[in-house]
């Protein structure tokens, strides 16, 4: 069954542009990444598929159930993690875990301890002494507590330090074995790499991939790394470079034995040509064709 299904999902904000015809498949049980930068359509997205916002035109299913007809059915089988969480300031983290809990009418007692322990949240404080980070462990407990068939993660990690981010990582890989779709919605991409099976890249409200994280990690470009003089002016117009430890680094698309050739004449004491990461395949998605990051919020 798919978790997940969006079929030209739209939202437009008057002249704004929200998002346009957005095709989306996410298979249950799968880790699926969504990846973009501040204002590319992540939370848009997200937010029609809570119910919280109302599609232009378009429409998007959850296990099946219409996000508009069927928004409390739906809602009952999801944990949502929002990028910034807001709570009554004069609560103490043991009454909003309660609070949370008993509005879904369930008893998660045993896994609020669990959670808790983990993430070395301490119940006892009230909402208005905690850090930011803090606040995003209460949000995390909210969201994973009663055990949801479904999780949407929006920029999770942000004020969480690594010891955290790791543990809470292992969180979401532990349930996704045990058979949650999770949803992860970030603009760090190494989240995406390591945990995700497969992911879409959103771009100026369009989706402009999607496939398996291997996948899109895979392209024509080399990383060319190189320590020691050479006759890099034979290269002009066909790579950008940037100086690295003494050393040039730069994407490379082209022949790699005209490449080979144009370096064989200069003094090279290291040179290693390697598979560009994903974060290089992303850019290489947005600066396509001239155009750089888009921040309009959205």
Known sequence: MDA????????KYGKMRGIE??????????????????????????????????????????????????KEKILAQ????????????????KDILKLSADLRKKDCKKMTENLCQRLQLNINRKVEELSFGNRKKVAIICALQHNPKLLILDEPTSGLDPFMQKEFFEILRERNQAGTTIF????????????????AIIRKGNIIACDSVEMLSKTNAKRIT?????ALHKLDGI???????????????????????????????????????LEEVFMHYYEKDGDKYDTDKT
């Open 239 to 277: 790579c950008d470079r940037k100086e690295i430890d003494g050393g040039i680094s730069f994407l490379y698309h082209g022949d790699i034995t005209y490449l080979l050739q144009a370096l064989s004449v200069g003094d090279i004491s290291d040179l290693s040509i390697s598979e560009p990461d």
């Open 226 to 230: 190189i320590h020691g003089s050479a």
């Open 4 to 11: 997940v299904k969006t079929l030209n999902l739209t939202k």
């Open 78 to 93: 999801i944990g949502y993690l929002p990028s910034e969480a807001i709570f009554y300031s004069k609560m103490r983290v």
């Open 21 to 70: 015809q957005i095709n989306l498949t996410v298979t249950e049980g799968e880790f699926f990444g969504f990846i973009g930068p501040n204002g590319a359509g992540k939370s848009t997205t997200i937010r029609i598929l809570l119910g919280l916002i109302k599609p232009t035109f378009g429409t998007a299913s959850i296990y099946g159930l219409d996000i508009t007809e069927d």
């Open 184 to 199: 992860l919605s970030s603009h760090v991409l190494s989240e995406i790499q390591r945990n995700c099976t497969r992911a």
